[in-house]
């Protein structure tokens, strides 16, 4: 007997056969091809699974432990074995920046001394004499039309601009160290007083040449003599604006021939150190 939606079916009441399981046996060996394709296709998904599963495990393993884009993680490289820490120290056995080591892998495990004997020392260069030319005027023997010029003067960076109140004449040498005086203390009624009170620029007259000379004092470094805009002195002074008592590094040895301390057929002669070698240049 069996029970289908709810009903009672009595079966094989008059044949006394089960006809419903004998339906359900001829259906499950109809079935049978097709349910063995079903395990087969769900063995093939599962490998399939299985095999990506390892696959990405391998890809991540290659591209982590055998990428030589990768230097850190690459073992493929020799970087990776036989690594060593590196250590400086003085005598004192205190760390020291003084040398600079790496280990390769070819080092071995030990410890190395340095003497050094003798310290580098850097490069210098020397003159026999005072390179940069005295900043000086031409000869102002006679008469100097000054009245109402003006000259501009630079003392380390510092502009200021003095005016001549009337004209000169140098006839003599008491006439000429006046004249050097009186621009003395224009300069220093400009500019003020340096180191210990003294003026910060001496002016100085030449009676064998008829020149007044620049030179710095009292802590200053640098003068530069420049035109200025209207009524300009350095030209009656025979100066070229510009003049300084130092030299520009910035300019070529060709450039700076006319501020360099030297004569026609005469050298400059420097004094390079370096390496222990010792050359003369020749600056002319």
Known sequence: MATINNR??????SSGMD???IVRDLMRLQRAPLDK?????????????????????LNDFSRTFLNITNPSTNMLSSAQYKKFVVGVSNSKGEAST????????DAYVGSHKIIVNRLAT???????????ARLQSEDLRGDLELSGTKL???IDGLTKEITFDSDYTIDSAQSGEAFASLLQTKIKEAFG????????????YDDETGKISFSTAAGASKITLTSSADNDALSVLGIKPGASNRIDLSLTLEELAQSLEMRAGLYLKQTLTMK??????NLS
């Open 8 to 13: 009672v079916r009595l079966i094989g009441l």
């Open 19 to 21: 006809t419903d399981a």
């Open 37 to 57: 394709m079903n395990q087969k296709q769900q063995l093939i998904q599962w490998k399939q699974s299985e095999y990506r599963e390892v696959y990405n495990i």
């Open 98 to 105: 003084a040398v600079r080591v790496s280990a390769t892998t």
């Open 122 to 132: 850097a490069a210098k260069e020397s003159s026999e004499s005072g390179i940069s």
């Open 152 to 154: 501009s003067i630079t």
């Open 193 to 204: 007083v340096g180191m210990e009170g003294e003026a910060k620029v001496k002016v100085i």
């Open 276 to 281: 222990a070698v010792r050359k003369n240049l």
